[in-house]
């Protein structure tokens, strides 16, 4: 009777253990699941978009000619624009653009003001928040001054100096390159609608920095600006800004561009707008 006493002891014991062993396990797994991202068991925007049947784009509508908003019509026209009209209508949808500003671009994602966002450069700084799509365009970065003082001028390293102003539009890429750029130099940051190279127009800036496609428009518009001629630096990649869990939506767009750039889509699209990825 010892014996068989013993054994029954030892069986409760381990018959203990093991339910508080799987007490523990389904504890861990409830902790587990509680701390993981709320959109691994929300509805994908990929679902909220086919649901409602719209898509929501941010843009600013003052890159040409990537985006640019036509202030007699309030419509906006331009590359991205035909990107995301393409990609509304191959998803059955209709699109509605969402105004927007350089300095909350990257809120409006984080905020789901917007589903996708038209072009923006990937930085690591905007990483941190918001998911990119895969890239379909790389562009450089330059300088520019007015043309009558283009000779003062030549060089990126001549507008690095402590009597030197460059003006940057606040929250867009270029502000965060121009303290790397130029860090002898005085920045000036303006805000939206107003836009850096205004400043350099109206004499209140030496220069500004932006990408190569810009650039070569704006020197067309303005014939009175010219682009410092000392070559392109800081390659970077354009995509479309996304909820960064959102790994479903994310996956959705970016076979689309896959399957877009396959077809031909974007090697015309380059064209119609006379751009040329590096």
Do not use: C
């Not at 587990?32 to 600013?60: C, R, Y």
């Not at 990537?66 to 906006?76: G, I, Q, V």
């Amino acid at each position: 009777f010892h014996g068989w006493t013993t054994l029954r002891q030892d069986y409760s014991h381990n018959l203990f253990l093991n339910q508080l062993s799987n007490s523990m396990k389904n504890l861990l797994l409830f902790a587990l699941f509680a701390f993981l991202p709320f959109s691994s068991n929300a509805e994908s925007n990929l679902d909220k978009i086919l649901s409602s049947g719209v898509l929501k784009v941010g843009t600013t509508g003052d890159w040409d000619p990537m985006t640019m908003k036509d202030p007699a019509t309030n419509k906006y026209k331009g590359f991205d624009i035909d990107v995301m009209n393409e990609l509304a209508k191959d998803m059955g949808v209709k699109v509605e653009f969402v105004p927007a500003e350089w300095k909350t671009i990257v809120s409006g994602i984080t905020s789901e003001r917007y589903d996708i966002s038209t072009s923006v450069t990937k930085t690591p700084k905007r990483a941190e928040v918001a998911g990119f799509t895969d890239t379909y365009y790389k562009y450089g970065t330059v300088p520019l001054v007015l043309k009558k003082n283009l000779k003062k001028f030549s060089t990126w390293n001549s507008l690095n100096n402590s009597n030197v102003t460059i003006a940057t539009t606040l929250g867009t890429s270029q502000e965060e390159k121009a303290k790397e750029f130029f860090p002898k130099s005085k920045l000036n940051s303006v805000e939206a609608p107003a836009r850096d190279f205004q400043e350099v127009l109206a004499g209140r800036a030496d220069g500004n920095i932006t990408s190569s496609t810009e650039a070569n428009k704006l020197v067309i518009t303005y014939p009175q600006l010219a682009i410092v001629p000392d070559g392109e630096k800081n390659p970077a990649f354009l995509a479309m800004m996304v909820n960064k869990n959102d790994n479903v939506w994310n996956d959705y767009v970016n076979e689309w561009i896959k399957n877009k750039k396959a077809s031909g889509f974007f090697d015309n699209l380059l064209a119609k707008y006379n751009l040329k990825s590096l």
